[in-house]
């Protein structure tokens, strides 16, 4: 079991940014892919970027060059950077972790970016 709580969203104008955390309540293994998801009013949740050991991260196409995932393992967070934001961008933002083929997420943390 895993408590993942998010921090850092708010509102802000297009163009600007934010960084947004993950900490885990426990200590988060390398190999543990670790992403981000979000879901705006009336869609369903979407991935927008993941991390895994190993590899390069995957971002959503729409976030490609503006958000950057990374992790700390030595603090067991999970950050996403966001930049350049646009209107579109504007949801609720979940830290996700997938471990032994289960699900582990955070309770949200909204992002509003007026134009």
């Known amino acids: 079991q895993v408590h993942l709580v998010e921090s850092g969203g708010g509102s802000v104008q297009a163009g600007g940014s934010l960084t947004l955390s993950c900490a885990a309540s426990?200590?988060?293994?390398?190999?543990?892919?670790m992403s981000w998801y979000r879901q705006a009013p009336g869609k369903q949740r979407e991935l927008v970027a993941r991390?895994?050991?190993?590899?390069?991260?995957d971002y959503k196409d729409s976030v490609t060059g503006r958000f950057t995932i990374t992790r700390d393992n030595a603090k067991n967070t999970v950050y996403l950077q966001m930049n350049r934001l646009k209107p579109e961008d504007t949801a609720v933002y979940y830290c996700?972790?997938?471990?032994?083929?289960?699900?582990?997420w955070g309770q949200g943390t909204q992002v509003t970016v007026s134009s």
């Open positions: 996700n972790e997938r471990a032994s083929g289960i699900d582990y």
């Open positions: 426990r200590s988060i293994f390398s190999s543990v892919p």
């Open positions: 991390i895994r050991s190993g590899r390069y991260p």
